[in-house]
């Protein structure tokens, strides 16, 4: 494949970042991670160059960029947990808006001709109608949701009067692996759903808990659009190449338009693994909305995007993830 020019990656050893990188180099760009190590894992920053850095060290950023001098950026680095980003506050703020500055200069200064956002649904907050369009209005409830809502604003200022080439990817429930290629979701702590009930499956934890199960939903329980974190991976490519053939950023919506509720999830992970594993019913968490689920008709429409892998799709591929590469990866 021709060498198109070098793509950027922050946070491109982590979970939807390696993911994306592999998509990228497979579309016959040069990758470069840039990451700090700190969420990510070194083993998967195996489809280009990479660089251990902060990007909230300027001269760090200047350094790489000047080394590589990417065409396009695509910014994944973040702190993510919202619970965490109530307890440590300045620190989300720090990172994700201050960091995403420092990048956002050093990409400005650079020339560069392309820069995808990862942002997420959560800029949402309770939806006042569903399913969520890109028009919806912002209404974050959570500092983690803030800070991306934020750095959104300061790339629309920037499309808006400096011609700025942007796109922000506003995710929904990123899932699954490409298990094949030795990448899937590894974190510390784990706190997403699937992998926790998978590891209730596993014998690795003791059952998993239903939050809520007297939801406005045909079954109770709450309703969340699970997206394929390799459909993910492919509509970065589809940005990153719409921007460099010239067209204008925007903001896109990432889900299938299709939700799946927990006791689903639950189900599917028994049936897929033919093992049946304890579940408790407990109280539903404060704030949980009942229902999120995107409309990508945009995406559909614009970037020629439409996620092609179903809930099971999901669901087996993390499960080989975890059976099968995890253990062997991590000593778990």
Same mark, same amino acid.
């Not at 994306?20 to 840039?34: H, L, P, W």
């Not at 990448?183 to 759903?193: M, N, R, S, V």
């Given at each position: 494949m021709s060498d198109k020019g070098t793509i950027l990656v922050t946070g491109g050893a982590g979970y939807v970042g390696s993911h994306i990188c592999e998509a990228v180099a497979s579309a016959g760009f040069k990758v470069v991670v840039y990451d700090n190590f700190s969420n990510g894992h070194r083993i998967f920053a195996k489809f280009g160059d990479h660089v251990e850095g902060d990007i909230r060290d300027?001269?760090?950023l200047r350094k790489a960029f000047d080394t590589y001098k990417p065409i396009g950026v695509i910014h994944c680095a973040a702190l993510i947990e919202v619970a965490t980003s109530i307890t440590d506050t300045a620190?989300?703020?720090?990172?994700?808006?201050?960091?995403?500055?420092?990048?956002?200069?050093?990409?400005?200064?650079?020339?560069?001709?392309a820069f995808v956002f990862?942002?997420?649904?959560?800029?949402?907050?309770?939806?006042k109608r569903l399913p969520l369009d890109e028009t919806h209005p912002f209404g974050p409830i959570s500092p983690y949701g803030r800070t991306k809502m934020m750095v959104e604003q300061v790339?629309?200022?920037l499309r808006e009067h400096h011609a700025f080439p942007a796109i922000s990817l506003r995710y929904f429930n990123a899932s699954g692996s490409h298990w094949e290629s030795g990448i899937g979701e590894k974190h510390d702590p784990e706190t997403h759903a699937i992998p926790l009930a998978i590891y209730a499956a596993q014998g690795r934890r003791a059952g998993f808990k239903i939050m809520g199960t007297d939801y406005d939903t045909p079954d109770g329980t709450a309703i &969340?659009?699970?997206?394929? $974190?390799l459909d993910l991976a492919d509509a970065h490519v589809r940005a990153i190449e719409h921007l460099l053939a010239g067209n204008k950023g925007d903001v896109f919506n990432?889900?299938?338009g299709t939700g799946s509720s927990v006791r689903e999830l639950v189900d599917t992970i028994s049936e897929v693994s033919g093992k049946p594993f304890d579940v408790a019913e407990v109280d539903r968490r404060a704030g949980d909305p009942p229902s999120l689920v995107a409309d990508n008709s945009k995406a559909r429409d614009v970037l020629g995007w439409r996620p092609s892998r179903t809930f099971t799709d999901v669901v087996e591929s993390a499960?080989?993830?975890?059976?099968?590469?995890? &253990?062997?990866?991590?000593? $778990?």
């Amino acid at each position: 494949m021709s060498d198109k020019g070098t793509i950027l990656v922050t946070g491109g050893a982590g979970y939807v970042g390696s993911h994306i990188c592999e998509a990228v180099a497979s579309a016959g760009f040069k990758v470069v991670v840039y990451d700090n190590f700190s969420n990510g894992h070194r083993i998967f920053a195996k489809f280009g160059d990479h660089v251990e850095g902060d990007i909230r060290d300027a001269g760090a950023l200047r350094k790489a960029f000047d080394t590589y001098k990417p065409i396009g950026v695509i910014h994944c680095a973040a702190l993510i947990e919202v619970a965490t980003s109530i307890t440590d506050t300045a620190n989300y703020y720090d990172n994700n808006v201050g960091g995403a500055i420092n990048l956002i200069r050093t990409a400005q200064e650079t020339g560069v001709e392309a820069f995808v956002f990862s942002s997420t649904c959560a800029v949402y907050g309770p939806p006042k109608r569903l399913p969520l369009d890109e028009t919806h209005p912002f209404g974050p409830i959570s500092p983690y949701g803030r800070t991306k809502m934020m750095v959104e604003q300061v790339l629309e200022d920037l499309r808006e009067h400096h011609a700025f080439p942007a796109i922000s990817l506003r995710y929904f429930n990123a899932s699954g692996s490409h298990w094949e290629s030795g990448i899937g979701e590894k974190h510390d702590p784990e706190t997403h759903a699937i992998p926790l009930a998978i590891y209730a499956a596993q014998g690795r934890r003791a059952g998993f808990k239903i939050m809520g199960t007297d939801y406005d939903t045909p079954d109770g329980t709450a309703i &969340r659009d699970y997206i394929h $974190v390799l459909d993910l991976a492919d509509a970065h490519v589809r940005a990153i190449e719409h921007l460099l053939a010239g067209n204008k950023g925007d903001v896109f919506n990432l889900g299938t338009g299709t939700g799946s509720s927990v006791r689903e999830l639950v189900d599917t992970i028994s049936e897929v693994s033919g093992k049946p594993f304890d579940v408790a019913e407990v109280d539903r968490r404060a704030g949980d909305p009942p229902s999120l689920v995107a409309d990508n008709s945009k995406a559909r429409d614009v970037l020629g995007w439409r996620p092609s892998r179903t809930f099971t799709d999901v669901v087996e591929s993390a499960w080989h993830w975890h059976s099968e590469i995890e &253990r062997t990866l991590f000593q $778990v």
